[in-house]
T-cell receptor, first 111, second 112 residues
Framework: RKEVEQDPGPFNVPEGATVAFNCTYS??????FFWYRQDCRKEPKLLMS?????NEDGRFTAQLNRASQYISLLIRDSKLSDSATYLC????????????WGAGTKLIIKP | ETGVTQSPTHLIKTRGQQVTLRCSSQ?????VSWYQQALGQGPQFIFQ???????GRGNFPPRFSGLQFPNYSSELNVNALELDDSALYLC???????????FGPGTRLLVL
């Protein structure tokens, strides 16, 4: 089993819709969780950290479910510019500074 | 922009050759992490440097080596290149080993 797993997609979503995707992780002791966004042929960029109580940044909401070992990302009122690959990142079981990355979920927003 | 720069942007090498990739960290950052991202995959951690010392290493063979300079810029060296080394190589800098990492634009390496 991979340490961090994501549905590769693609998720094809009409503009204005709400979309959500999950990421599961295998190490119950993981402490740090992040969502990164990566545009085609570009570097990953931090979208948001994920806190135990959940957090919101504009149209984006991240949730952490420790009991089931998954994190989620919800995008409301999706825009064409939200089209990208969303990468789930978790700190490794070996050390806090080694980040383990999912393979990403591809999101395509259609007009 | 993050202020993290990498060079070169693209590189073509042949199997068996050696390559050096460079990364300049964001001002004030003392930690650099290197990642390999194959097509369709997430980044894989290669190693991290903190204040010129290797601070952790992923599951990569010894032919992947690196160093960090007093100004916190860093190099990634790969010897005896193999076809599977073809990938996007990303470096990320941070204030410390546990703080948020900011990525450079990457170096695309193609091994023929």
């Amino acid at each position: 089993r991979k340490e961090v797993e994501q549905d590769p997609g693609p998720f094809n979503v009409p503009e204005g819709a709400t979309v959500a995707f999950n990421c599961t992780y295998s190490n119950s002791a993981s402490q740090s969780f992040f969502w990164y966004r990566q545009d085609c042929r570009k570097e990953p960029k931090l979208l948001m950290s994920v806190y135990s109580s959940g957090n919101e940044d504009g149209r984006f909401t991240a949730q952490l479910n420790r009991a089931s070992q998954y994190i989620s990302l919800l995008i409301r009122d999706s825009k064409l510019s939200d089209s990208a690959t969303y990468l789930c990142v978790v700190n490794s079981m070996d050390s806090n500074y080694q980040l383990i990355w999912g393979a990403g979920t591809k999101l395509i927003i259609k007009p | 922009e993050t202020g993290v720069t990498q060079s070169p942007t693209h590189l073509i090498k042949t199997r068996g050759q050696q390559v050096t990739l460079r990364c300049s960290s964001q001002s004030g950052h003392n930690t650099v992490s290197w990642y390999q991202q194959a097509l369709g995959q997430g980044p894989q951690f290669i190693f991290q440097y903190y204040r010129e010392e290797e601070n952790g290493r992923g599951n990569f063979p010894p032919r992947f080596s690196g160093l960090q300079f007093p100004n916190y810029s860093s190099e990634l060296n790969v010897n005896a290149l193999e076809l599977d080394d073809s990938a996007l190589y990303l470096c990320a800098s941070s204030f410390s080993s546990v703080e948020t990492q900011y990525f450079g634009p990457g170096t695309r390496l193609l091994v023929l």
